[in-house]
Nanobody, 125 residues
Framework: QVQLAESGGGSVQAGGTLTLSCVASGDVSKLRRVTWFRQAPGKEREGVATIWWLSGRTYYSNFAEGRFFISQDHAESTVSLQMNSLGPEDTGMYYC??????????????????WGQGTQVTVSS
């Protein structure tokens, strides 16, 4: 089993930058796909960015492409999400998830079997 823990959330003004971290523990040899999701009040949970642990291959949602950057550190068993040019629309709870999920299904939250507790991101205008 893999356990995940997010950190790095907080409050930032519009135009600012935050970097989130997702640390994996337990049987990290089982890591395959690690994905960041977010959920704003009144909205469905949506995929932000994903990375295939073994190769580093990444995919981004349309709203994240060019602004957000996902990366991995195998030595620290960590996946990070650097978020630039933040706006109020980026406010929400950000979650890290892991599972053996095909690339074509990466943004489907129901496919993942390991989740972190979430970290809050608040962007003020």
């Amino acid at each position: 089993q893999v356990q995940l823990a997010e950190s790095g959330g907080g409050s930032v003004q519009a135009g600012g930058t935050l970097t989130l971290s997702c640390v994996a523990s337990g049987d990290v040899s089982k890591l395959r796909r690690v994905t960041w999701f977010r959920q704003a009040p009144g909205k469905e949970r949506e995929g932000v960015a994903t990375i295939w642990w073994l190769s580093g291959r990444t995919y981004y949602s349309n709203f994240a492409e060019g602004r957000f950057f996902i990366s991995q550190d195998h030595a620290e068993s960590t996946v990070s999400l650097q978020m630039n040019s933040l706006g109020p629309e980026d406010t929400g709870m950000y979650y890290c998830a892991a599972g053996g999920v095909y690339s074509t299904e990466w943004s489907q939250a129901g496919k993942y079997n390991a989740w972190g507790q979430g970290t809050q991101v608040t962007v003020s205008s």
